[in-house]
Every structure is written in structure tokens, then in C-alpha cells.
């Protein structure tokens, strides 16, 4: 006799793969690569507030200028001539974005009140006033002798969408949890001062950064929805522990869907790159955001 009912139960549909979101709007990105000097903060800062005119000129919403834009990274000058923030370098370039009508990030050496520097990146907003002050906290070995490690995070809501700061190494993948972070904080965008270095003998031909660079933004864009921009400096680096080494540009943004504009990668690439980037749309909000990371196979128990 045939059954009357089944009691097996129905093989679901695959599950398709999580889709990105549409997104809901556009920032006009500039990364400015610019040449920076090492001990030359007045020759290094008037280039600063020349890039911030071209990419108005360009309409840009927003400039990002690389890491230690004062006296590059780990030059010795920056242990006894570093200035406070707010202070003489920070309001050369609050003046330049007011007067430009732009939003600014840059990276500059911050002297604390208690005598310490600081690696940090402001964001200035486009009345010229500092939003966002951060200090880099994932510091490379050779550069802990010039810089203290930072202990905040910080994620802003502006006009162009919720954005958070960090600089350089905090990208590196054992630096990660510092991104993973700013996107629970909700972070649409994550904007990194840099200041990417190798060695003199490196070429266009063989290109360090798929790893080292476009992996862990390719990570975090991925996970969580987020477009992760990072702007470096060019130039040979004179003085301190990388003395002979240079800076490249290579500047990357990538989201969700890969790497959306790259700078040309040479020592002597001192140019602006402009990219219209989709402001991505982020619903989730605190446990959402790990249900949703589960949804995508993320393993919260596991070590990597």
C-alpha cells in the first residue's frame, strides 16, 4: 500500500551567496600622493595645501595626504621639533580645507602635552575644524623609539557618510581587530594615512602589495560592507632607521566589490588620483553584525 504521507522533510534550495547591499550615494575620493621630505615640514606642508586646491579644483568631497606628512615617517627631527594638535602644521591645513570648502585627512607627528609624540591622522571638515584625532596604535618595531602607541578609535557621521581613521601598519593583517573594530562602530568608510616603504632595488615589475595591502583591505571590505582607503607618500626616505629605502605611492581603495583606483607605484609618482566611490549601505547594528558575519562563514571560535 503506497504511504499516505511523507515524513521526509524537503531538501532546501542552496543557499545563494550573501549579496551586497546597493549603495547609496557617491564620495568623490582624492589620494594624494604626495612627495614628502624627510626633516622639511614647511617645503613638505606647502605641497600638502597645494594638493588640497588641485583636488577642490577636481571637486573631491574628500582629500586623503599620507602618514607624517611633516617630517616623514620616523625622521629623527620629529623627536625635538614635533608641535602639539591644534598647533602651527595642524592649522596650516584646517586653513587650507576651510578655505577650500573640502573635507582633510592627513597624517602629522603630534607632541602630546605630556611630552610624548605621537603617530596621528586628523579628519578636518570643510569649516577647517578637526573632527577626528586618532594615534596610530599597531606602531612597526623600528618606529616605537620615535612614537607612543595610541589608545583610541574613532568612527565620525558626516554629510558623506560615517567614516573612520586609522593609519598604515593598523591595515596590516595582524592589525585587522583595529579594522574589525571601526566597522562595528559602524564605519562606511575606513580612511588610512601611509607611508609604504621598500626597498630601493623594488620596481613597478615586482609589485609587494597584493599581500601585504590588497589582501587585508580585500578582508575587511568584504566582511563588512566597507570601502578602505589608504593614501602613501613617494620619495627616497633620508635619515632615521630606513634611511635609503623609498616610498612608491601604489595608493589603493577598495571595497566589496575589489579594487575601485590604484596610484601609479614610483618613487617619484607625486600625483592626485580621484575616484567616485559608492558610499556602501550598512543596516546592521551590533549583534546583526555577527549574525551577518556568520552568515558568511566568518568563525568567531576558531584561531585564523
Not at 575620493?29 to 586646491?53: D, K, T, W
Not at 584646517?94 to 605621537?118: I, P, Q, S, W
Not at 616605537?144 to 565620525?156: D, E, H, K, M, R
Not at 589608504?230 to 632607521?241: A, L
Request: with cysteine; aromatic share 8%.
Amino acid at each position: 500500500m503506497a504511504a499516505l504521507f511523507s515524513f521526509r522533510k524537503p531538501i532546501p534550495p542552496a543557499a545563494a551567496p550573501p549579496a551586497v547591499p546597493a549603495p547609496v550615494g557617491t564620495l568623490r575620493m582624492g589620494m594624494g600622493q604626495l612627495l614628502v621630505e624627510g626633516g622639511e615640514p614647511a617645503r613638505n606642508l606647502a605641497r600638502a595645501v597645494e594638493q588640497i586646491a588641485q583636488a577642490a579644483a577636481q571637486k573631491c568631497d574628500l582629500l586623503l595626504l599620507p602618514e607624517t606628512l611633516d617630517f616623514a615617517w620616523t625622521h629623527p627631527s620629529a623627536l625635538y621639533e614635533a608641535q602639539p594638535i591644534p598647533g602651527p602644521f595642524s592649522d596650516v591645513l584646517c586653513r587650507a580645507a576651510a578655505e577650500h570648502g573640502l573635507y582633510v585627512c592627513a597624517g602629522l607627528t603630534e607632541r602630546a602635552a605630556d611630552g610624548r609624540n605621537y603617530n596621528a591622522a586628523i579628519l578636518i571638515n570643510p569649516q577647517g575644524e578637526i573632527i577626528v584625532k586618532y594615534h596610530k596604535i599597531n606602531l612597526l618595531a623600528v618606529e616605537q623609539p620615535f612614537y607612543a602607541v595610541g589608545q583610541t578609535l574613532n568612527v565620525v557621521d558626516t554629510p558623506l557618510g560615517k567614516i573612520g581613521v586609522n593609519v598604515c601598519a593598523d591595515n596590516y593583517l595582524d592589525g585587522l581587530p583595529i579594522g574589525h573594530t571601526l566597522a562595528r562602530m559602524g564605519a562606511e568608510f575606513i580612511i588610512a594615512p601611509a607611508s609604504w616603504t621598500v626597498d630601493y632595488s623594488i620596481t613597478e615589475e615586482n609589485d609587494p602589495y597584493q599581500e601585504k595591502w590588497v589582501k587585508p583591505f580585500s578582508i575587511l571590505a568584504k566582511l563588512y560592507n566597507v570601502v578602505v582607503i589608504s593614501t602613501t607618500s613617494v620619495g627616497y626616505i633620508v635619515g632615521g632607521p630606513y634611511e635609503g629605502k623609498k616610498s612608491v605611492g601604489c595608493s589603493l581603495a577598495v571595497d566589496a566589490h575589489g579594487v575601485q583606483a590604484q596610484g601609479a607605484f614610483n618613487e617619484f609618482a607625486g600625483e592626485l588620483v580621484v575616484a567616485d566611490l559608492a558610499r556602501p549601505h550598512r543596516p546592521e547594528r551590533g549583534t546583526d553584525i555577527g549574525l551577518m558575519l556568520q552568515r558568511k562563514g566568518y568563525k568567531f571560535d576558531q584561531l585564523p
